[in-house]
């Protein structure tokens, strides 16, 4: 049964389109590409206002997320423990 129909359905299909890409790029990046007539970018030291960038001034925010991660777990063992003896003393104590 080689008839016309078998071999069109054997026949490759051509391929999808490419998806639609979008690029997003910094304003420092647009003005580099034009001063050097559309090559790649050059890249440019931009100072960024509130970052420490390892300087000792972050340790204190470390230090206050891990106190206060310490503190929620604390608080939430103690609601665990009242919710736990609440629970037994309902079900299990005659």
Do not use: W
Not at 9 to 30: F, G, N, Q
Request: net charge positive.
């Amino acid at each position: 049964m080689d008839g016309p129909l078998d071999q069109s359905v054997s026949a490759a299909s051509p391929p999808p389109p490419p998806p639609e890409v979008k690029v997003r790029t910094m304003r420092s990046d647009l003005e580099s590409m034009a001063k050097s007539g559309g090559g790649l970018p050059r890249f440019q030291s931009v100072k960024v206002v509130g970052l420490a960038g390892g300087k000792t001034g972050g340790s204190s925010v470390a230090t206050k997320n891990r106190l206060m991660i310490t503190l929620i777990t604390i608080v939430a063992l103690i609601a665990l423990c009242v919710v736990g003896y609440f629970a037994y003393t309902l079900f299990f104590a005659h």
